[in-house]
């Protein structure tokens, strides 16, 4: 049996959605008024459970809802 490891699914979504809207990473960070560092890793999920706060900061920077990042 093999163990499938899996990355962030916040991370990834994050992501995706941030691409959709032509934001850098720089860009995203900045408009959420979050460090760059923090942004990047919770990304490439090295921080697979970031707060509701920094969370609710990306997704207003991004102008969408909690749902949609979640799906």
């Given at each position: 049996?093999?163990?499938k490891k899996e990355k962030s699914k916040i991370g990834e979504n994050?992501?995706?959605l941030r691409l959709k809207s032509g934001m850098s990473q720089d860009a995203l960070s900045k408009k959420a008024n979050?460090?760059?560092y923090t942004l990047s890793?919770?990304?490439a999920g090295s921080t697979p459970n970031?707060?509701?706060d920094t969370v609710k900061k990306i997704v207003d920077a991004l102008g969408v809802s909690l749902d949609?990042?979640?799906k």
């Open positions: 049996m093999t163990m994050i992501k995706r979050l460090a760059f890793k919770i990304e970031p707060t509701i949609e990042l979640m």
